[in-house]
C-alpha cells in the first residue's frame, strides 16, 4: 500500500469522554446563536441541558453542527485542553456548572473560585455569592444564561467587576467595579438574559482581606 496515497487518518472522536472545556465552548456557541435569534428559547434550552448531560464529543458535535462558531471560527469540539508543554504546572482550564430547572442552585460560604463557571437557569434562580470566596487566580469568568429565570452574582468591594451580554424581554446588569488594587482579582460576567434577569454587583461592606495575601504567596511559590 503506498502510504502518500492513503495517508493515515485520525481515529474518530465517536467513543472519547467530553471535558468540561468541551462543554463550555459548545454552550459559547449556543449562548451567541440564542442572542443572534438562530434559536429561540426553547431550542436552546433543550440544547444545553444536553450540552451539560454530554458524556462523550460525539454527544456534543450534533448539537452545534447546524451553527456559526463563535467568532466565525470553528475549532474541533474535541480541541485540546491542556496546558501548552512549556507550563508543566499549568492545570487544565475546568468549569463548575450550576444548572436550575425549575429549581434553585446557590454557590456561597467559603469556597474556591475555579477560572470559570457557568450558570444556566430555566424557571429557576442560581445564586453566586464571592464575598467569602477564596480566588486563586487574578481572572474568573462566569457565563450565565437565563430563560424565565434568574441569575445573581454578588461580589466583594475590594475586586473588579465587568461584564457584557444581552437582555431579549429581559434584563442583564452588570455594576462595574475598578479596584484601586492593580492586583486584585478581575470577576467578568458575561451572559444572556431572556425573558428573565441577569444581575452582577458588589455587596456593601463585604471585603476580602486576605486575597491580596494568597494571591502574592501563590506567585512566590510560582517563581522560586
Request: glycine share 8%; aromatic share 4%; net charge negative.
Amino acid at each position: 500500500m503506498d502510504l502518500e496515497k492513503h495517508p493515515q487518518q485520525p481515529p474518530p472522536a465517536v467513543g472519547i469522554r467530553a471535558s468540561d472545556a468541551d462543554r463550555d465552548r459548545v454552550a459559547d456557541i449556543l449562548r451567541d446563536a440564542l442572542a443572534e435569534g438562530r434559536l429561540d428559547a426553547d431550542e436552546h434550552a433543550e440544547r444545553i441541558d444536553s450540552v451539560y448531560r454530554a458524556k462523550t464529543l460525539a454527544e456534543l458535535e450534533p448539537l452545534v453542527q447546524d451553527l456559526p462558531a463563535v467568532g466565525g471560527r470553528r475549532e474541533p469540539v474535541g480541541g485540546a485542553t491542556y496546558a501548552p508543554a512549556d507550563a508543566p504546572d499549568a492545570a487544565p482550564v475546568t468549569a463548575e456548572n450550576l444548572v436550575a430547572v425549575f429549581s434553585s442552585s446557590t454557590r456561597k460560604g467559603r469556597w474556591r473560585v475555579g477560572r470559570r463557571t457557568n450558570a444556566f437557569s430555566l424557571f429557576g434562580s442560581v445564586e453566586i455569592d464571592l464575598t467569602e470566596a477564596l480566588f486563586e487566580q487574578r481572572l474568573t469568568v462566569i457565563n450565565a444564561t437565563a430563560i424565565f429565570g434568574s441569575v445573581e452574582v454578588r461580589v466583594p468591594e475590594n475586586i473588579t467587576l465587568r461584564g457584557s451580554g444581552t437582555g431579549i424581554f429581559g434584563n442583564f446588569e452588570v455594576r462595574t467595579l475598578e479596584s484601586e488594587d492593580p492586583q486584585a482579582p478581575v470577576v467578568v460576567v458575561n451572559g444572556c438574559a431572556v425573558f428573565g434577569s441577569i444581575e452582577a454587583k458588589p455587596r456593601r461592606g463585604k471585603l476580602i482581606a486576605d486575597l491580596h495575601d494568597h494571591i502574592q504567596q501563590k506567585l512566590r511559590k510560582h517563581l522560586g
